[in-house]
Nanobody, 122 residues
């Protein structure tokens, strides 16, 4: 059974940067597309970014140019580098893994982490 563990969340000032990580185990990491989603209080879970096993990336319009997703298949880890953070980026960030399906559709993902809180505030 696949497991995902996020780390690296925290409190950051507007305009600042943060990198969150997600360590995977229990499945063949390089075969899976990895995604990041986020959920703010009172809002639906929304797609942030995804990266295929071969490194093809996709981003939500709201984070394009500010966030970068990457992966290290040797370490079974996916990263989300977040720059120029805004208060609207405040949310619990989840990583997820899938074999097939639409990157932006959370139903397509087979495994989920427990989430890590990112708070952007002065």
């Amino acid at each position: 059974q696949g497991q995902l563990v996020e780390s690296g969340g925290g409190l950051v000032q507007p305009g600042g940067s943060l990198r969150v990580s997600c360590a995977a185990s229990g499945f063949i990491f390089r075969y899976y597309t990895m995604g990041w989603f986020r959920q703010a209080p009172g809002k639906e879970r929304e797609f942030v970014a995804a990266i295929s096993g071969s490194g093809v990336t996709a981003y939500a319009d709201s984070v394009k140019g500010r966030f970068t997703i990457s992966r290290d298949n040797g370490k079974n880890t996916v990263y989300l580098q977040m720059n120029s953070l805004k208060p609207d980026d405040t949310a619990v960030y989840y990583c997820a893994a899938k074999v097939r399906g639409d990157d932006e559709n959370y139903v397509a993902y087979n495994y989920w982490g427990q989430g890590t809180q990112v708070t952007v505030s002065s």
